[in-house]
């Protein structure tokens, strides 16, 4: 119990300081969005993160997006070395986990479910609460 509690710990502290050094130090003009942390798992021997990603902006399907999160991951995988370098000097660890950037399709894919969910009901009859409503 106390052993997931510290790797808690550990990734929410991963997860903030790396919003900070991406927001701040990586200016690779093909990051090209916003790019946000949903989610960081620590291996239990501290010696991997994995780092689920979003940008904000990209839709799920369209492949110019896809294209352009492969990009990122890309950017983000081959800057791991120096972000994890400066997240060493910044949580103070005898280990810093080896960073491992993944594209997180879960906001893309909530916002697809709710497009064919408005699409679906755009076609059903009015409700009886839906015609009071407008009256």
């Given amino acids: 119990m106390a052993?997931?509690?510290r790797l808690k710990r550990m990734a929410d502290t991963v997860q903030r300081e790396l919003s900070e050094l991406i927001r701040?130090?990586?200016?690779?003009?093909?990051?090209?969005?916003?790019?946000?942390?949903?989610?960081v798992k620590v291996s239990p021997d501290l010696?991997?993160?994995e780092v689920y990603v979003t940008v904000m902006g990209r839709e799920l399907g369209d492949e110019q997006s896809e294209a352009a999160n492969k990009e990122t991951l890309e950017v983000l995988n081959?800057?791991?070395g120096f972000l994890r370098h400066e997240l060493g000097h910044r949580i103070k660890t005898r280990v810093t986990p080896r960073l491992r950037f993944h594209y997180d399709k879960t906001n893309?894919?909530?916002?697809y479910?709710?497009?064919l969910i408005a699409e679906a009901v755009k076609d059903l009859p009015p409700t009886d609460e839906a015609k009071k409503d407008d009256e």
């Fill in 47 to 49: 010696g991997y993160a």
């Fill in 78 to 80: 081959k800057a791991s």
């Fill in 24 to 39: 701040q130090e990586l200016k690779d003009p093909r990051l090209g969005g916003i790019v946000t942390i949903s989610a």
């Fill in 3 to 5: 052993g997931s509690q």
């Fill in 113 to 115: 479910m709710f497009g």
């Fill in 108 to 111: 893309a894919y909530g916002n």
